[in-house]
């Protein structure tokens, strides 16, 4: 099948690719039941990778134009009526890898670890129907109207009740809501920065902060993560070279990695920013998210210098649809945070941020968090054990004591991407390491999170990995490495 594909476009070549095959099915030249070319058969015929055809055939599929059986190929779709989704005004993000996850990972049949989201099944329904009730029936019609760029008073007051236990002493006027960590983010790269700009990020990070920062045409520079967190050691050199306007970390339970930061390397890392005055912004998300051990305070707990800025929100621990997360900061870069704030979107929904306040003065997150953390530690811990099981035993991968994420370093000469493409045939899904990574990385890795599946799926898809990485590695006959740009624990 010859498909015309400019390669000079702004538009993924697999957006191309669909769209093409697309309009033949519409225009009848491709009819009901037609078997498509295998992913590596128009891959050869297109001088494109197999990811390519691959994210083609399984948009085409997650809109219902084909249907793909596992062992007999993909097959233009005989439910044309369940199809038509126009295919103008879609939208096309710079790094679009975390929509391709979400759409593999909600494909039928999908076993997904790609996505660290909190369990659908545990979020608190009946709790959340109680008190949006009850706002409505307090507040009235002030629950739906447009509220403070900052944040409504009553949730920015639990907020602060809500940190004090994490040791963060601030009031009301040192806090931001915001829509999510990233608005925070997204507003904190506002006020800091110009496009253009360099900010330092760890290597791997988190997707989403790429995202955020490429958006605002910013230009990240990565530091290393080891086993005891982001190499303080190699920061004060980047810092000379780059003139970063501001440096991102994931202290505790590192997304993709799962590591903590070390207590040595804390002090050195708030001593250094306080030297070179270089703003540090410290997301929080995953600290509540514990599961044995006790975590490092937050950064900001002792910054002497103002120079920290504590970003988190309630996706994981609660509810990632409502869209509540705050940043505390001293209140001069709170007032010009929440005049961006304003600009962005005026402010966060006063309905979501009173059921937010009712939430935390109840105790019910507290609750919550206490019937649901022995449930993520066991379905990490079956994750882990079946790893253990099933892998390579060459393989090393982290063992988080909290957080969603276990991260796999593959044998050296293995291809995430390969792996991850047959996996999907295998109708698992993971998240390949090089998107975590602002540059690129010597070697591949595999994020699992295991946050999302009952512990039965996660031992199966520890099984399927396994099969799969025995298959790749023994193709490739490779031995181990004695150097490796990341040093997980084991
Ligand atoms: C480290 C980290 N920060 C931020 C986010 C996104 O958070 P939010 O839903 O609060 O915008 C995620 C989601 O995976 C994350 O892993």
Redesign the pocket.
């Known amino acids: 099948m010859y498909i015309d594909l400019d390669r000079n476009s702004s538009q993924p070549l697999y957006i191309q690719m669909a769209q093409n095959i697309r309009r033949r099915i519409r225009s009848g030249a491709l009819p009901p039941g037609t078997r498509l070319p295998t992913v590596r058969e128009l891959a050869q015929q297109l001088g494109v990778t197999r990811l390519t055809v691959h994210n083609a055939y399984s948009d085409l599929q997650a809109d219902g134009w084909v249907e793909a059986t596992v062992g007999r190929g993909t097959f233009v779709s005989t439910r044309q009526e369940a199809a038509p989704i126009p295919e103008y005004g879609r939208e096309v993000s710079p790094r679009s890898a975390i929509n391709d996850m979400m759409r593999m990972a909600q494909l039928p049949g999908m076993r997904s670890v790609a996505m660290?989201d909190a369990a659908s099944e545990f979020y608190p329904l009946r709790e959340f129907n109680r008190v949006v009730d009850e706002v409505l029936a307090t507040s009235g019609v002030r629950a739906l109207a447009y509220t403070t760029s900052q944040g409504e008073p009553t949730l920015r007051n639990a907020i602060a009740d809500w940190v004090r236990e994490r040791g963060v002493r601030v009031g009301p006027d040192e806090i931001i809501v915001t829509s999510?960590?990233?608005q925070g983010l997204a507003l904190i790269a506002q006020i800091l920065t110009q496009p253009g700009d360099v900010v330092l990020v760890e290597h791997p990070t988190?997707l989403?902060?790429l995202n955020v920062l490429e958006n605002q045409g910013l230009r990240s520079i990565s530091v290393p993560v080891d086993d005891e967190g982001i190499m303080v050691e190699v920061l004060e050199s980047l810092i000379f070279s780059h003139r970063p306007r501001f440096i991102y970390t994931?202290p505790v339970f590192h997304?993709p990695t799962g590591v903590c930061l070390s207590a040595q390397r804390r002090a050195a890392l708030l001593e250094l920013v306080e030297r070179h005055r270089v703003p540090l912004v410290e997301?929080d998300?995953?600290s509540q998210l514990v599961y044995e051990g006790s975590i490092p305070p937050a950064l900001i707990v002792d910054d002497c210098s103002g120079m920290v800025l504590h970003v988190s929100?309630f996706?994981k621990s609660l509810l990632?649809g409502m869209r509540i997360?705050y940043v505390v900061a001293p209140p001069p870069l709170i007032s010009r945070l929440s005049a961006a704030k304003q600009a962005n979107d005026l402010c966060s929904p006063a309905l979501n941020q009173q059921a937010m306040a009712l939430f935390l003065q109840r105790g019910v997150l507290a609750q919550h968090l206490r019937r649901t953390l022995p449930r993520y530690r066991e379905r990490r811990d079956v994750l882990l054990d079946a790893m253990a099981q099933y892998f390579p035993a060459t393989l090393r991968w982290t063992t988080p004591s909290g957080g969603f994420s276990v991260w796999v370093e593959l044998p050296l000469g293995v291809s995430a991407t390969d792996l991850y493409l047959a996996a999907i045939e295998r109708r698992v899904a993971f998240a390949p390491g090089d998107v975590f990574f602002a540059m690129p990385s010597a070697r591949s890795y595999m994020r699992l999170a295991f946050s999302a599946q009952p512990p039965e799926t996660l031992s199966e898809i520890a099984q399927v990995l396994g099969e799969l990485l025995h298959i790749q590695t023994h193709r490739r006959k490779v031995a181990m490495p004695e150097t490796t740009d990341w040093v997980p624990l084991v």
Request: charged residues 5%; proline residues 6%; negative net charge.
């Open positions: 660290a999510g960590v990233t988190y989403g902060t994931i997304n997301d998300i995953y929100s996706s990632p997360g």
